[in-house]
Antibody, heavy 117, light 112 residues
Framework: EVQLVESGGGLVQPGGSLTLSCAASGFSFGNYWMHWVRQVPGKGLVWISRISSDGSYTTYADSVKGRFTISRDNAKNALYLQMNSLRDEDTSVYYC??????????WGQGTLVTVSS | DIVMTQSPLSLPVTPGEPASISCRSSQSLLYTNGYYYLNWYLQKPGQSPQLLIYLDSNRASGVPDRFSGSGSGTDFTLKISRVEAEDVGVYFCMQAQDTPHTFGQGTKLEIK
């Protein structure tokens, strides 16, 4: 069974940093592109980043470019999102998602990041 | 960025009745491989999104056949032939034709 489990969320002050993790199991992690998507509770979904299966290629939304870094460790079946210079507007639930060609087929349960002083 | 526009945003439906959600994109979602990179997700209350329909018209594994997707170019539709109580939640369309991948605003389906 495919499982994606996010962790690392919490309360952080504006300007602070946080690293999210996504633990993958039940599939050959190193064969899949992975994405991060966020959602303000009760609001819409916003794509923020993706990484190729071998980690060599990354893409970011303009809203996080230069502040967030996506990475992965295929030996550990783990996806990461390093978030720096956090702003109030980064407060969201962050989901990792597995990608097939043209769509996301599995999502994690999400981890809540709250940026507040 | 490709803008995704859903309608309606709220959809009250009587059980057993059909329902339809429209999703329009600001540019064609036809990819070079001939597939439309338009997908539908359902987010049930308190849960993460789950895949319903991928690449315009393909039902995901385990999705009941009362759900169907269709469309082309910039106009896409999700149809539920007979709504059941378990179908409540927010339905999102998503384009993966280009980055940033973008989502519709969401359509909240509720039971009358």
């Amino acid at each position: 069974e495919v499982q994606l489990v996010e962790s690392g969320g919490g309360l952080v002050q504006p300007g602070g940093s946080l690293t999210l993790s996504c633990a993958a199991s039940g599939f050959s992690f190193g064969n899949y592109w992975m994405h991060w998507v966020r959602q303000v509770p009760g609001k819409g979904l916003v794509w923020i980043s993706r990484i190729s299966s071998d980690g060599s290629y990354t893409t970011y939304a303009d809203s996080v470019k230069g502040r967030f870094t996506i990475s992965r460790d295929n030996a550990k079946n783990a996806l990461y999102l390093q978030m720096n210079s956090l702003r109030d507007e980064d407060t969201s639930v962050y989901y990792c998602a597995r990608a097939l060609t043209g769509y996301f087929d599995h999502w994690g349960q999400g981890t809540l990041v709250t940026v507040s002083s | 960025d490709i803008v995704m526009t859903q309608s309606p945003l709220s959809l009250p439906v009587t059980p057993g009745e059909p329902a339809s959600i429209s999703c329009r994109s600001s540019q064609s979602l036809l990819y070079t491989n001939g597939y439309y990179y338009l997908n539908w997700y359902l987010q049930k209350p308190g849960q993460s999104p789950q895949l319903l329909i991928y690449l315009d018209s393909n039902r995901a594994s385990g999705v009941p056949d009362r759900f169907s997707g269709s469309g082309s170019g910039t106009d896409f539709t999700l149809k539920i032939s007979r709504v059941e109580a378990e179908d409540v939640g927010v339905y999102f369309c998503m384009q993966a034709q280009d980055t940033p991948h973008t989502f519709g605003q969401g359509t909240k389906l509720e039971i009358k």
